[in-house]
DNA sequence: TTGTACGCGTTATCAT
DNA sequence: ATGATAACGCGTACAA
């Protein structure tokens, strides 16, 4: 048989017609909504499979007041952060009844105003702010003050109506605290974040209350800032092993900056772990690609997402759905931590 | 002043009546279309910004025809990889006229049904397609009859009236085949990538001529499948070291891989580049993360993305565009690789 | 359970 | 240079 030449997409209209109902009822069927008989319901997909029929997204976005995108708004952040957050919304997005956008900001640039853009021109229906986007006040308050719907991952600053994501970063540093002093270390190194990221200075204080708890002291030249890049990390490690009394294990505040203290102790010819520890946070690809693999912290960057996603769509739609939802984390105990060299030579207590 | 509780969004209608002109003058204003007087044009700009005026995107979609969505369609690549694409692609999207959707696809999933339903439901206006994806025949085949504009990136099947984007790997593949034998390795293997991935044969045949081209001989047992993931990469680095007579230099046909053997060399105590040369393929963020940093061959990943959205741009508001773009790769030495230790002891030639 | 008629907010056609 | 009016294809009151 001829393929018949489709000079035009198939509409509602024509499956309608040729299935002799109404439009409406075509839309009822196309919409899973009840009151169709089961055999009228055949019948109309029937014919539209006949026909190849495909609702038309730009028509439905109209008429119904809602696109069926998502916004994933997101500012500086390394490409496996980008990745599994992305792994896990997709994965969330029921096969093409809706499609995720991917919004990068550059530093610097008018997120506010890009926002409002968003919302007026109903671009999407919703969005998940990545942090640090979803920290910042004056990007917030334009959201909150545009009505459109969203969720944050891992925010730490703000009070929003907005349902958000998260783990427990104190309770992650105190682990990790906890694992580095059950293995002998007294002298322990943290090397912070990006300062602009809230998540900083959570894991910062964290650190600090952890060493306390435990009567360790905190010493400020063993705190070095990054900026949670592989390069700033290198650079920290680099300065913290330079020191006339260096440090027996260094805490660096993500994966990435935790690879370039590693990297910085191959330089410097200092065996990892065996003359000195390091623990990273986030347990992104790169803590199993560099050697030794790093032992971290395992954020679960996919779940949230995926949670963070789950949430939205229960804004959107209506449904109730938590607050706050916090997954949990854990410690995983890779190559890069041993028992502190120095532990038998010094004092206990 | 009392903000007036905007109950409805403002639409071109609104602002035709405040202008005291036409709707379709308010159109052409915004879609920056000729005739009309620069009087007029400013007072429309000005009413508009008055009013908050944003034209709505699912309006425009409709009766427009096109959506102002792309689709970047993808499979299974790494994170990297994916993360400079849509940072190229992200960067010729000049400020919000257009908006790239993101559609990961599983494996063995139904892409090219997807594929059709996107182009009947006129869901984007085109697709980027991302290897291997885009040498599927199936879904190519889906998406040519359909008539959605798409580009390659990387193509290496397939003949199509689409344009591509790609950098010469034959070529790249000789460098770094010169740059080892210039080291004086001669005992050189491969770690191939994953078998349906067609560049994975295309840089394997590559590989075999520029040895052949240097009077090289090709071993068998010196070349071992991989899959481009870092686990794969570290089992084929352990086969190798594990061979009576290993090779001085590796190979990876990407830099995940690359990495995967670097840490076999790691655990089996194999100095690095002393005693092996590894040379690894794209310039990934991973090369610079690891230790000693890669030399590899750097892709252009986010250039050719770019320029991949560029050709399609080009293609939906047909503009002209080159079927074929091929953009330069260069060979970063950095400090995996060094001259074959081996070299003096063996006999020249 | 099904259908009618209108509205969604734009772009496109063709006239003036 | 500008305008009137018809699509665009679907959702949704409301009626039957």
Redesign the interface.
Known sequence: MARARAQR?ATITDVAREAQVSIKTVSRVFNDEPNVRPATRDKVRAVAKDL?Y??????R??AGRR?H?LGLAYGSVS??Y???I??GA?ARLE??RY??????FVEGEEAPA?MR?LA????VDGLVLVPPLGDDAATLAAIEQSGLPYVRIAPTRGESRAPDVSMDDRAAVDDVVAHLAALGHRRIAIVRGRPNHSSTAIRFAAFKESLERRNLAYRAELSVEGDYT?ASGLEAGRQLLALAEPPSAIFASND?MA??V??AA??AGVAVPRRLSIVGFDDS??A?????RLTTIHQPTCDMAHAAVDALLALIQGRPSPAHIVLPHRLIDRGSTAAAADAAAEPAL
Chains 1, 2 share one sequence.
Not at 54 to 59: D, L, S, T, Y
Not at 99 to 104: A, D, H, N
């Open positions: 997409n190849d495909h609702p038309n997204a730009a028509a976005s109209l696109t995108l490409p496996n980008v990745y599994d992305q792994k997709a096969a093409d499609r995720l956008v991917v919004m990068p890009r853009a007026r021109t109903s671009a592989f990435d690879a370039g590693l990297s191959h330089e690809t790169i199993q690609v560099v050697w030794p």
